[in-house]
Nanobody, 129 residues
């Protein structure tokens, strides 16, 4: 059964950094066929797009709110995706979710949450002021 597990969340002061990891359990060598993304959901708000990376890692996209502060990457050999978060702000406080979807090589992943087919359970990130 395919599964995503996030880790690396925690409590950090404003201006600090955290690195989130997403470990995938996929059959055989299929992880490299998955586009990966990070979303977040703050209390009382809808789930919002944060970052995505294409299956080969050559294409990335970041939400305007995190541009210049967050970086998404992946290691296909380890079946992992990462979100490096720097210069964290209190408004970054949320539960962060990893998402995945198997795509063809030329597909352009969507920033819409309902496009993604596989989700992790989430990891809490809290940024204190």
């Amino acid at each position: 059964q395919e599964q995503l597990v996030e880790s690396g969340g925690g409590l950090v002061q404003a201006g600090g950094s955290l690195k989130l990891s997403c470990t995938a359990s996929t059959s055989g060598g299929t992880f490299s066929r998955y586009a990966m993304a990070w979303f977040r959901e703050a209390p009382g708000k809808e789930r919002e797009f944060v970052a995505l990376i294409s299956r080969g890692g050559g294409g990335t996209s970041l939400a305007d709110s995190v541009q210049g502060r967050f970086t998404i990457s992946r290691d296909n050999a380890k079946k992992m995706a990462f979100l490096q978060m720097n210069s964290l702000k209190p408004e970054d406080t949320a539960v962060y979710y990893c998402a995945a979807r198997a795509t063809i090589l030329t597909a352009i992943p969507s920033t819409a949450a309902n496009w993604w087919s596989l989700w992790g359970q989430g990891t809490q990130v809290t940024v204190s002021s």
